[in-house]
């Protein structure tokens, strides 16, 4: 199962407005049988299933193979680590000036960094192995404002915590 095999139950979504809400979404067969956390469904599918970007960038995987660990990851994983190529440079772009991005945000995500050192919700990132052609590392999927802002307050010496949790899909 790919993301183009998701277009009719995404186009249902989009037509429906808010009565076909996440709720609605997650439990629709052709996405249940995934049994991906809902955190991860929620970012990736429900909110971006059908932005050109992320197609381009994702639609070759197959879905099932996927499956999705939430895990701790020292910040220097995250040096360098690229996200897909329609988005290449956007990190850097974020890390230029991570309290901007950080106050265009909610008032609970720049209070989350003050105190904790990470981020609010863990990001996505994809085992690079999933990408044709194969890669090895991990790469970004969801999560490149927040991964920026790391990569930023670490280059400023702000504080930032010795681990971040991270949604890690795997095959």
């Keep these: 199962m790919k993301l183009e095999d998701l277009s ?18 997650r439990v629709d067969p052709a ?5 991906w956390p809902d955190d991860v469904l929620e970012q990736s599918l429900y909110d971006f299933g059908d932005n050109d970007r992320f197609v381009t960038d994702y639609g070759s995987i197959d879905l099932r193979e996927i499956r999705w660990w939430l895990e701790t990851v020292p910040p220097a ?5 690229p996200t897909g190529a329609s988005d290449a ?4 772009k974020f890390a230029d000036n991570p309290v901007h991005w ?8 720049g209070q989350h960094w003050e105190e904790h050192g990470t981020w609010l919700r863990p990001p996505l990132l ?4 999933l990408l044709g052609p194969s890669g090895n590392g991990l790469q970004v999927v969801k999560g490149r404002t927040r991964v920026g802002v790391l990569r930023g307050r670490l280059r400023e010496g702000l504080h930032v915590a010795p681990h971040h949790q991270a949604w890690v899909g795997r095959p």
Excluded at 31 to 35: E, M, T, Y
Excluded at 89 to 92: A, Q, R, V
Excluded at 102 to 109: D, F, T
Aim: glycine residues 10%; charged residues 30%; contains cysteine.
């Design 126 to 129: 994809i085992d690079r192995r």
């Design 89 to 92: 440079g956007c990190i850097e």
């Design 31 to 35: 996405v249940a049988v995934l049994q």
């Design 102 to 109: 950080v106050k265009v945000r909610p008032r609970e995500v």
């Design 8 to 25: 009719p139950l995404i186009e249902r979504r989009r037509a429906s407005g808010l009565s076909y809400g996440y709720d609605c979404f």
């Design 77 to 81: 994983d995250f040096h360098g680590m």
